[in-house]
């Protein structure tokens, strides 16, 4: 979500979807979800997710995008499996993230 930006609806947020804004439902974290989302705002350097298919690992990762203010000088990463993931992510977080897979960091 980005701060101050209004929408028409109280139940919807504006998220940014690569160089798009969009009005999306607001979605409210699992109590999974929220544990993670405490830590980021606690300031943890390094947290790993591992999770089922389908469990929400993309909704979160946009949870914590819209919950960290992030300007160009910082440095956020996020590491996925394969580059299929990474395409996705890219289309759906702020370029402000460096997503790339475990396997790039070797290269």
Do not use: W
């Amino acid at each position: 979500m980005l701060s101050n930006a209004p929408t028409l609806f109280p139940d919807q947020d504006v998220v940014q979807h690569g160089k798009k804004l969009m009005a999306v439902p607001h979605r409210h974290p699992s109590r999974y979800q929220q544990v993670i989302l405490d830590d980021v705002q606690a300031g943890v350097p390094a947290i790993c997710v591992q999770a089922t298919a389908g469990s929400g690992k993309t909704a979160l990762l946009e949870m914590i995008a819209t919950t960290l203010t992030v300007t160009p000088q910082d440095k956020v990463g996020f590491l996925a499996y394969n580059v299929h993931i990474v395409k996705e992510l890219k289309k759906r977080l702020p370029s402000t993230f460096d997503i790339r897979t475990v396997n790039s960091l070797g290269h």
